[in-house]
């Protein structure tokens, strides 16, 4: 019954600013991964950030030096804080929480998406 809440999307100018957050809730195992994908219509969903719980960040070239991916474990929410936003950025985006046990069994959730929409 884990759950992923996203907020925090919306409409903005080019150059603009937005900070998505994403809380999980329910029986979560605390080694995990967090990350959000996006999906722009017409094409296929892709990772574009991801960290660990001890902090490792993984990044889409697309969005290197622009978005910054954080979390707080203490409560579960991972962020997404996107800066110099492009319209190529607007896409619904996704947030993902994944484990794995005892070197199998992946359990891997999703949240429900926000928009995000860039444009002048």
């Known amino acids: 019954q884990v759950q992923l809440v996203e907020s925090g999307g919306g409409l903005v100018q080019p150059g603009g600013s937005l900070r998505l957050s994403c809380a999980a809730s329910g029986s979560i195992f605390s080694i995990n991964t967090m990350g959000w994908y996006r999906q722009a219509p017409g094409k296929q969903r892709e990772l574009i950030a991801a960290?660990?719980?001890?902090?490792?960040?993984n990044y889409a070239d697309s969005v290197k030096g622009r978005f910054t991916i954080s979390r707080d474990n203490s409560k579960n929410t991972v962020y997404l804080q996107m800066n110099t936003l492009k319209p190529d950025d607007t896409a619904v985006y996704y947030c993902?929480?994944?484990?794995?046990?005892?070197?199998?069994?992946?359990?891997?959730?999703w949240g429900q998406g926000t928009q995000v929409t860039v444009s002048s």
């Open positions: 993902n929480l994944r484990w794995t046990l005892l070197r199998r069994d992946t359990y891997e959730y």
């Open positions: 960290i660990t719980n001890g902090g490792s960040t």
